[in-house]
């Protein structure tokens, strides 16, 4: 069975240290990865997303930036951390999709990320 | 450009009423994708249900059901004879074919349900 693993899962960190969260998952090859963003309040922003090794797609401009190295490693790193950047940070995985198929994306346990 | 709407912000009910969670959404594509999340409080998200456009058929699961109408544009989420447990924020979330093979979900803003003993 496929599990998606998030570390570290809490990190206070004071504005303008660096950053870097990591994300793996185990039991699939080639997934979908994910980054979501959870700011008190709830709601849910999609920060980037990978179809493969080496490809980021970035779905807001921030400070922050992500990074695919292996297939199924998946890291959101910041050089400078602002007040903002707060939030609960959620990795999810899915299966591609393919021709009209489309899958749920699976998440992890999530970081909970204060800056100071 | 795609959206999702849940316009209950928060939701009380005393445990064993039935209780509904309204949804409802925007795309430009014919082919898409429908989903329910659960959020606990422990934060994860757990994935209750997927449905495609080209099956409206509503489904049963114990005590959750879904009721899908694409004439309306909605995906409402009943539970029956709520429990204390089923105290959570729940997500509606929206992927279009036309977003290519990464599929990205579009959240609505959530609904916090509390279950009252």
């Known amino acids: 069975s496929q599990t998606i693993h998030q570390w570290p899962a809490t990190l206070v960190q004071p504005v303008g240290s660096p950053l870097s969260l990591e994300c793996t998952v185990e039991?699939?090859?080639?997934?979908?990865l994910y980054w979501y963003r959870q700011a008190a309040g709830r709601g849910l922003q999609l920060l980037f997303y990978?179809?493969?090794?080496?490809?980021i797609s970035s779905e807001v401009p921030q400070n922050l930036s992500a990074s695919r190295p292996q297939d199924r490693q998946f890291i959101l790193s910041s050089k400078k951390l602002l007040l903002s950047d707060s939030g609960f940070y959620l990795c999810a995985w899915s299966v591609k999709g393919q021709g009209v198929g489309s899958y749920e994306q699976y998440f992890g346990p999530g970081t909970r990320l204060t800056v100071t | 450009a795609q959206k999702v709407t849940q316009a209950q912000t928060e939701i009380s009910v005393v445990e064993k009423e039935d209780v509904t969670l309204d949804c409802v959404y925007e795309t430009r594509d014919t082919t898409y994708y429908l989903f329910w999340y659960k959020q606990p409080p422990s934060g994860e998200l757990v994935f209750l249900i997927r449905r495609n456009s080209f099956d409206e058929q509503n489904e049963i699961s114990g005590r959750y059901s879904w009721n899908f109408q694409k004439s309306t544009s909605s995906f409402n989420f009943t539970i029956t004879a709520s429990q204390v447990v089923d105290s959570a924020v729940y997500f509606c979330a929206l992927s279009e074919l036309s977003s290519g093979s990464a599929r990205q979900l579009t959240f609505g803003s959530g609904t916090q349900l509390t279950v009252l003993p």
């Open positions: 990978s179809v493969g090794i080496g490809q």
């Open positions: 039991g699939t090859s080639n997934p979908n």
